[in-house]
């Protein structure tokens, strides 16, 4: 399918979705009314749609027909030259995947037969051959070999090593991951990539279904022989087999400007190593909706949840590179994937925190914490003498706005205490999002106190100069103190957010 067919059955998908089911039909029947094949393509589209969403397949497995092989015909059980055919064991890059044995070598292959849509031009045919010769010169533990490029009669396929193992898509559906998994997993991955890019070769339909792990725990990225080419000379130009905005990838891991149809680097790479690496952490995908276009739409235009707010066990150090590896404009991204790796080695050499000892900074933050908690409760008593004493709505106006300002300020302020002991990697975090509330509650705190000294200095000056001495006291510690212990106590422990 060229560009310009996609974009229009795209464009009447989009309109069709719109409009109800009673009105659908006849919408379609005007607007493909000199192009009957057209109206089938939007139905095959919308008829997906409702019962199993493409946003999680290519385009040549949502709509087959369309990328279906010259003859149509299984190949199970045949020969091809020296290859024999035992199995269907996917729907690949463009075309068919099959299992096989090569009888010149004793050995067990994949062969990728490619769907006639793609290899009927000349010019493309060539593209493919270099492009599958480019890939074939990879050479690295983390990918999957390509062998050789075959033809024949027409029929162009791929010949690449067998991977028995996995998918990172069922070994998700099996469990929660423990976090040391995934970070190994990423970091092999990484390096594949890596290597790959390093020889100007860009994958294009990363996800979970190309990449498997096998019983020794080694992971490999599949369906790198169809990857584009990059120039030496520019990560955005060279030879390219399909033309600017042809999609042949998988929408829902799928990078901006794949979606938009622009020209692409190994920037696109990185952005879909992030949605998996988000998926594999958090359980879930990091754009997904109910329905395919709104999820197209958040990965253009929406960015993904804190990582951190749906799985708080993963540490903020890898939030951080999964957020950059989904910046929408590829300049914010990693510039290449061997800065990724880079990153991914160091966070795996780091120690983990917890098992970090408590600095004297740290210990000195947490007892200000704890006793300013406990000593806020206990102002609360001669508040409520001042209460008493002053009767009436005068008061209740002194005493409540105190008893609000330690209800807030120091049941915050143990929280932080209790998290500081028991989830330090947490702290950070919860730290800024009361920040506001502790602030404004100290305030609130310190007028109250100072209100009521003036207010009752002739009737109980001992009560009245506590209650001063207390708000002075208050105003130091929390705006002049307490800001360079938090610096201190934060930054030796690593916990800066």
């Not at 009888?103 to 849509?117: E, F, G, Q």
Request: glycine share 6%.
């Amino acid at each position: 399918m060229n560009p310009e067919r996609w974009q229009q059955v795209k464009d009447l998908f989009e309109a069709a979705m719109g409009k109800d089911a009673v009105h659908r039909a006849a919408f379609l029947e005007e607007a493909c009314s000199s192009d009957p094949t057209l109206r089938i393509e939007v139905e095959a589209l919308l008829k997906s749609h409702d019962t199993d969403s493409f946003l999680e397949k290519p385009a040549y497995e949502a709509v087959p027909h369309l990328f279906e092989s010259r003859s149509g015909e299984s190949l199970i059980g045949k020969r091809l030259g020296p290859y024999e055919i035992a199995d269907k064991i996917g729907q690949g890059g463009m075309g068919i995947i099959y299992l096989a044995r090569d009888t010149r070598l004793d050995r067990t292959v994949a062969i990728k037969m490619l769907a006639p849509k793609y290899t009927g031009d000349p010019q493309q045919r060539e593209r493919l051959k270099r492009e599958a010769r480019a890939a074939a010169r990879l050479s690295d533990p983390g990918i999957a070999t390509v062998y050789s490029f075959e033809e024949f009669d027409d029929d162009l396929c791929i010949v690449s090593e067998y991977i028995p193992g996995r998918t990172l898509h069922q070994i998700m559906a099996g469990g929660e991951l423990s976090f040391s998994w995934i970070l190994d997993v990423a970091t092999q991955i990484a390096r594949a990539l890596s290597a790959a890019h390093e020889h100007g070769i860009v994958h294009r339909d990363l996800k979970p279904e190309n990449v498997v792990q096998t019983e020794s725990g080694a992971v490999k990225i599949l369906d790198f022989g169809l990857a584009r080419i990059e120039s030496r000379e520019s990560s955005v130009s060279g030879p390219r087999l399909t033309h600017a905005g042809m999609f042949l990838g998988t929408p829902a891991y799928a990078s901006p400007e794949q979606l938009l149809g622009h020209e692409v680097d190994r920037r696109t790479d990185i952005f879909s190593f992030g949605i998996m690496l988000y998926e594999l952490a958090a359980r879930q995908h990091p754009f997904a909706t109910t329905d395919c276009m709104s999820t197209m739409a958040r990965i253009l235009e929406s960015e993904a949840q804190d990582l951190r707010l749906v799985n708080p066990a993963i540490p903020r150090e890898f939030d951080r590179i999964v957020r950059r590896c989904l910046k929408k404009r590829p300049a914010d991204r990693y510039e290449s994937s061997r800065d990724l790796l880079a990153d991914l080695q160091r966070f795996s050499n780091v120690p983990a925190r917890a098992a970090r000892p408590t600095s004297a900074a740290l210990g000195w933050w947490q007892f200000h914490q704890a006793c300013a908690g406990f000593g806020y409760y206990g102002m609360l008593y001669p508040m409520w003498r001042v209460k008493e004493w002053l009767g009436g709505n005068e008061g209740s106006l002194f005493f409540f706005p105190a008893l609000i300002a330690v209800g807030v300020a120091a049941n915050l302020r143990l929280h932080l205490w209790f998290t500081s002991g028991f989830y330090r990697s947490e702290l950070p975090d919860q730290r800024r999002k009361v920040a506001r509330w502790i602030r404004g509650a100290d305030i609130l705190f310190v007028l109250t106190l100072a209100a009521c000294a003036i207010r009752i200095h002739t009737l109980h000056a001992i009560i009245a100069t506590l209650l001063m001495s207390v708000a002075v006291g208050s105003l130091m510690a929390f705006w002049l103190i307490e800001p360079t212990t938090a610096k201190a106590a934060f930054e030796k422990n690593d916990l800066v957010p």
